[in-house]
């Protein structure tokens, strides 16, 4: 029990960290020069908090054999993919806009997390 409580918090706070994560960078996007020096902060705290969390969970998956998760990664990659993909699009029409580097290594960061916790979740099927 005090493992799902555990998992909850962490859960919650990949949430909040993802979805502000995402705003600041579509922000920032938009509005060049604002958040210069934040950005790698928050990349570097957001891809920590969802490391934490997928780790987490992932030792929740192999040490209880009846461990479920409601929890699904595609929507993180769906989200994150289409906002990267919206922001490619927009800055080949208008080179006023350019795509952070922050922004980039924390998708690739996501894809990665993303990509060992499946194969973890595989091998553990």
Known sequence: MAEIKQLSFWKYLTNFWSLLTLVIFIV???????????????????????GIYVGSKEVARWQNKNFISNYYGEI????????????????IMNPEFIIQPEFTATYITILGIFAISQKSKALKG
């Open 28 to 50: 920032a996007f938009f509005a060049p020069n604002q958040f210069n020096g934040v950005l790698g902060n928050i990349a570097v705290i957001y891809a920590s908090i969802l």
């Open 76 to 91: 993180f990659v769906i989200v994150w993919t289409l906002t990267i993909f919206f922001m490619i699009l927009v800055s």
